[in-house]
């Protein structure tokens, strides 16, 4: 079923709740939107080399939030760039806005442009399931490609399945850094949900593993898009 509204979909969920894997799956099912993950950005920033990237990796590999004023200025720019403030583009952010201040300071740009977030969708999943999950995920920067060793393993051990370059470990998945990100995750989300629940967008879908929440997920768009 094709889309006939554009969606400007916000993933929230814990890390390793599984929004990478269904940025990945929801592209595939819908080609016209396109996805945007500030840790991608910042994961290439750091890489990269540059002065965004060496005040990031202090944050991240201590597993506490980038200031917000980084986020809100590095993201911006990022959607003028892509054309995503004109209000016929669709897409799907993966962990921006994450405070109430970014999502204030979004909410703010994209009214500008009559090009509001129209839903926000939670990914609910038990978290005590997913720091297993982390501890074997592997991953290409480059791309974003995201393997996990037990339930997405690349075809060929540590290697990025279409480039063949090698996989990396993020500094941030290990028990101790997890757990961190875990306690920020609990502490901002309740806002976050508060903001977005005021402006009638919130969704939440639940499920034990990417599998089950996947269809949910689809349906929840089409439902609210399709013809
Ligand atoms: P990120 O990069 O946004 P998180 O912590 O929000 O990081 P993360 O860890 O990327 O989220 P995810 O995307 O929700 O998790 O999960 P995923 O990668 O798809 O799945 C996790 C693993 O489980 C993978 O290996 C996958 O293959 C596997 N998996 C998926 N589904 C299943 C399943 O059903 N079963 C099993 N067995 N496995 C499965 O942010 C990183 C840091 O950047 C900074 C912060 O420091 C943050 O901590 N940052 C920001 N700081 C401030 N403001 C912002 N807006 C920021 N954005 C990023
Ligand atoms: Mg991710």
């Known amino acids: 079923m094709p889309l006939v509204k554009p969606p400007r979909l916000l993933l929230l969920g814990a890390p390793g ?8 799956k929801l592209l595939l099912q819908f080609p016209k939107i396109n996805s945007l ?3 991608d950005i910042l994961r ?4 990269s080399g540059t002065s965004i990237g060496l005040e990031a990796s202090k944050y991240i590999k201590n597993g506490k939030l980038v200031p917000d004023t980084t986020m809100v200025r590095l993201i911006t ?3 003028h760039e892509m054309d995503w403030l004109d209000k016929k583009a669709a897409w799907l952010l993966d962990g921006f806005p994450r405070t109430s201040n970014q999502a204030v300071a979004l909410d703010n740009t994209l009214h500008t442009n009559n090009s509001n977030i129209n839903m926000v969708v939670e990914l609910d999943v038990d978290q005590k399931v997913i720091l297993e999950r982390i501890e074997a995920r592997w991953v290409h920067v480059p791309s974003g490609r995201v393997y996990n060793l037990d339930y997405n393993p690349p075809r060929v051990p540590f290697k990025d399945d279409i480039t063949g370059e090698p996989l990396s470990k993020r500094e941030d998945d290990t ?3 997890f757990q961190k990100r875990l306690d920020q995750y609990n502490k901002e989300i309740g806002s976050l949900k508060d903001f977005y629940n005021n402006k009638d967008v919130l969704y939440k879908v639940s499920g034990s593993t990417s599998d089950v929440i996947f269809p949910k997920l689809s349906n929840l768009i089409l ?5």
């Open 77 to 79: 720019k990022q959607l």
């Open 175 to 177: 028990a101790e850094v």
């Open 44 to 47: 290439n920033q750091i890489n």
């Open 223 to 227: 439902q609210n898009f399709g013809v």
């Open 37 to 39: 993950s500030s840790g």
């Open 17 to 24: 709740s599984g929004k990478g894997t269904q940025t990945t």
